[in-house]
């Protein structure tokens, strides 16, 4: 079905991690005119934004709400009947506790089409991120899920007599400034004092934590951890398996919230490689790339063809089909890579690198080159504002070379400013000085950095503690961001 114009998509954010988010829900974030969202959708969900969207937040802050109810339901008739493709992202899943059904009668009213796209909710998935499996064999055979907000008008208050007789698992949102409440009801209405009981905070980020004890002791335990929103309560004796089912202790990574700056097309992979590790990741690409006009030189003048990265390699191959010509067309030119990914995009198109230096930076790629490089002269391929080690080096090693730039770097402004991160990775000092460009404020403590000159620029930008990647590649980027000791020294990559 066209789901292009005059249509409303209810999308489930899930807890927090944008892991967690549907692929459905992705693909129609993807192509949204307007996103509608709320406070709990997790940072990576908002960053997943499209740029041209536009944003809407109605967020709701722990007391009352932020904008009403009422208001939030003419935001998304107003804008469908624009002709958009309106987006309502809203933490968990919509129709848990999340309001989801008053905004389809208002929809309903005005004869708007919309769609339902559930989500992870943190009732059920919060608890299993922190090692809680809501019903377990012998342990509990029903879960119930419960709102702890008593505000609203009209809602008589909780039975508690009524849910201590349950026997399943006790799941209550919006519970955090009602724990002693709850506790002390169930107990009031005849729940063993002993009574396993939890509360996870901030589930599945980062953030994650989870306190542990009964129903007797819960409540001093969250008093004493200050827990804070969002957060949910687990009562009966599923909850004390986390003890021992608590996975994230397996994953290196996890608590670290990392922030992703490649440029949007290039982050899948380091990202992929650092949630596998356990990590939360925030992709804020802060800088894209740009084609450059240029005329294709007669190729067969040079020697040598010199890629410095995988843009490189895709400009330069888009710049011979422009021209309507191929491979063939470099004639008996070698090319030389500058690393594993630009070599691999190389063999992808056909052409063989005959060239790598084994510590992948201009420099070192430039001294290898100074024995290859005999009478006809080497076409670098590269970035406008690439490094002026490498053109530095070249003329050093006396190498005859020319340079062609194909592309151009540009910083991007980020769909959103991430609330917080421990550490953001950087490819290369232009995402330095994107990140930098673009989220001044943002106090971010380690810069994971790939090679030394990007190292250098994170030095620059005040970055209090610095980590390099000991190989410029993506898997030893993310080896370094496990290695617990400040200021490792890259191994290969130390300069003279
Ligand atoms: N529709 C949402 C719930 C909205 S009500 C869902 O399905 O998850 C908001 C409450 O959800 C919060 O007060 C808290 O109790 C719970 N909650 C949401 N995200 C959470 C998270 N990441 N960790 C713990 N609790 C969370």
Known sequence: MERGKGFVA???????????????????????????????????????????????????????????????????????????????????????????????????????????????????????????????????????????????????????????????????????????????????????????????????????RLLSGTLGTLAGICAAEALRSPALIVVGGTSALAGSFAWKRFLPLAGRRIIVTRPRERAGKLSAMLRARGAEVVEIPCIATRRIKAALPDLSKYGWLGFTSVTGVEAFFALLAENARDIRSIGTAKAAAIGPATAAALKERGLMPDYMPDVYDGVHLARGLASLVKDKPLLMLRAKEGSAELSRELEACHIGFTELPLYETVYERPAVIPQSADTAVFTSASTVRGFKAAMPELDVECACCIGVQTAEEAKRAGFKKIITARKATLESLADALEEKNDDSTPEKTEKK
């Open 10 to 208: 209810l999308v489930g954010a899930g807890p927090g991690d944008a892991g967690l988010l549907t692929l459905r829900g992705r693909d129609l974030l993807a192509a949204a005119d307007c996103v509608v969202y709320d406070r709990l959708v997790g940072d990576g969900v908002l960053a997943m934004m499209p740029p041209e969207a536009e944003k809407i937040s109605v967020g709701k802050t722990g007391g009352g709400e932020f904008v009403p109810q009422r208001e939030i339901n003419e935001i998304l008739v107003r804008e469908a009947e624009k002709g958009r493709f309106v987006v309502r992202l809203k933490g968990g899943d919509p129709f848990v506790f999340g309001r989801g059904g008053e905004e389809i009668e208002a929809l309903n009213a005005k004869g708007i089409p919309f769609e339902v796209v559930p989500g992870v909710t943190s009732a059920l998935g919060g608890p299993a991120c922190a090692g809680i499996p809501v019903t377990h064999r012998g342990e509990a055979r029903s879960v119930h899920i419960i709102t702890a907000h008593t505000k609203e008008g009209g809602i008589a208050p909780l039975d508690y007599a009524a849910l201590a007789k349950l026997g399943g698992t006790l799941v209550f949102l919006m519970g955090a400034s009602a724990v002693r409440e709850i506790c002390s009801e169930l107990i009031r209405s005849g729940m063993a004092e002993e009574t396993p009981a939890a509360a996870v905070e901030n589930a599945s980020t980062a953030a994650q």
